[in-house]
């Protein structure tokens, strides 16, 4: 059928259930659960002898009658009934995986075809943009390739309506298929449960019989000792119900586990040969880098080494520093007293020295030019050159007088000449 393999799987087991009569894991609960009933109350027999009256013995003597007929044919139908479960976890898994790749193509496909539309807007874009001159050169490329993508896309769109129909068949026919299996299982668990129930009856009207006449506090008594035991067993069966699946679930794991084992060893056979080799080249490596990081050790050791010592040596040379600043500070502070000392003597040096400024200020003003002798041929020069320029002056200003006149007379005669003049 459809979905690869998982139609056929599905028409196998539904063939399985018919040729049983049951379906699929189903059939041989009820015998498994009387089974374990059985046993579990054998169980609580052995485990309390004590306790047990002939009533008691003779119901687990009534019960082990039953056991031995049924032995043999429960057996192989548990056998069949566990290797029928295991095919079917097995069948289960595979559909699954099926599904799950199919799940994963559905969505590589999806996002190709949004790719493609994306490629398709695209191109008619630029179709309804170019202009119309340049359509027959830039758009002749564009208009040869369109229908092939056309196609392309017609054909994608094709294969998805089928693809989708198919899924849609598929789920369909697997909702059907469950709910017939869920229903199945539905009858056989309510004929599980009225028939388990008609034997829990059927049983507690025999301890109680049995009992009823054996016991002390009769009937009462009786009837807390048979609900005590049944449901120690209900307990007991729910138990052993739960590690019976956990222990088919780890069984159906371990088998998944030991094919995949098995099936990454063939896979990784011919690469051991090659990681080997690569580890070696990498191990080769390794040795070298180990080597040449032993060289820097050693050199950086013969470096700490020399620091070591140029430390001591600076250390040596600081203290010896120190000890001269030491040195060097007491004597700053002597000179430090010194100049302080030197300091107020040329404040009292500078003082006098301003009085005696003063004082000879005042006798020099006193003297007038005594003593002076550049200043007194200065003045002596000075007094003789005024007296030769004011004896020129004097010469300078009797010429001057008889020139005015001069020039007076010369404009008398003139202006008498120029009366005698006719006009």
Same mark, same amino acid.
């Given at each position: ?54 009533? !008691?013995?003779?119901?687990?003597? +009534? ?14 139908? !548990? ?24 799940? %994963? ?15 398709? %807007? ?6 309804? %943009? ?26 994608? +769109? %094709? ?21 017939q299996l869920r229903q199945h299982c539905l009858e056989k668990v309510a004929q599980v449960e009225k028939e388990w129930k008609a034997f829990q009856t059927l049983k507690r009207q025999v301890m109680l019989q049995a009992m009823g006449s054996c016991l ?14 049944q449901a120690n067993e209900d307990r007991k069966e729910k138990e052993m119900s739960a590690a019976r699946l956990e222990n088919v679930q780890l069984k159906q794991s371990l088998l998944l586990l030991e094919a995949r084992m098995k099936a990454q060893e ?108 550049? +200043?007194?041929?200065?003045? !002596? ?35 008498e000449s120029k009366a005698f003049l006719p006009s």
């Amino acid at each position: 059928r459809k979905g690869g393999g998982g139609g056929d799987a599905a028409s196998l087991l539904r063939r399985r259930g018919n040729q049983r009569g049951r379906g699929p894991g189903v059939g041989g609960r009820p015998r498994r659960r009387r089974r374990r009933r059985r046993q579990a109350l054998e169980r609580q027999g052995e485990v309390g002898p004590e306790r047990g009256s002939r009533g !008691e013995r003779r119901v687990l003597g +009534l019960l082990r009658q039953g056991r031995g007929r049924y032995e043999q044919e429960e057996e192989a139908e !548990e056998a069949s009934d566990e290797l029928l479960k295991l095919q079917e976890q097995q069948l289960r898994g595979e559909l699954m995986e099926q599904y799950h790749g199919l799940l %994963s193509e559905r969505n590589r496909i999806h996002q190709y075809n949004i790719h493609l539309q994306h490629k398709i %807007s695209q191109a008619l874009r630029k179709k309804k %943009s170019a202009e119309p001159g340049v359509e027959v050169t830039e758009t002749a490329p564009v208009e040869q390739d369109t229908p092939e993508k056309e196609q392309a896309y017609q054909r994608y +769109l %094709s294969s998805l309506e089928e693809l989708k129909k198919q899924h849609s068949e598929d789920v369909d026919w697997y909702q059907h298929e469950l709910e017939q299996l869920r229903q199945h299982c539905l009858e056989k668990v309510a004929q599980v449960e009225k028939e388990w129930k008609a034997f829990q009856t059927l049983k507690r009207q025999v301890m109680l019989q049995a009992m009823g006449s054996c016991l002390a506090g009769g009937k009462p008594a009786a009837l807390r000792e048979v609900e005590q035991i049944q449901a120690n067993e209900d307990r007991k069966e729910k138990e052993m119900s739960a590690a019976r699946l956990e222990n088919v679930q780890l069984k159906q794991s371990l088998l998944l586990l030991e094919a995949r084992m098995k099936a990454q060893e063939r896979m990784t056979e011919g690469l051991h040969l090659i990681d080997f080799e690569q580890l070696k080249i990498e191990n080769q490596t390794f040795n070298e880098k180990v080597e040449e990081r032993n060289e820097e050790l050693l050199k950086l050791h013969y470096k700490v080494t020399s620091n070591v010592q140029i430390i001591s040596h600076v250390k040596e040379k600081l203290q010896f520093v120190e000890l001269g600043n030491l040195r060097l500070k007491s004597e700053l502070m002597d000179v430090d007293a010194q100049v302080a000392q030197k300091r107020d003597i040329l404040t009292k040096t500078k003082k006098a020295r301003d009085s005696l400024r003063v004082d000879n200020v005042k006798l020099h003003q006193k003297c007038g030019l005594l003593g002076k002798e550049v +200043l007194l041929r200065d003045l !002596e020069q000075k007094v003789d050159q005024t007296e030769l320029l004011s004896q020129r002056l004097e010469t300078l200003k009797r010429q001057h007088a008889g020139l005015t006149l001069t020039c007076k007379g010369l404009k008398q005669k003139i202006k008498e000449s120029k009366a005698f003049l006719p006009s």
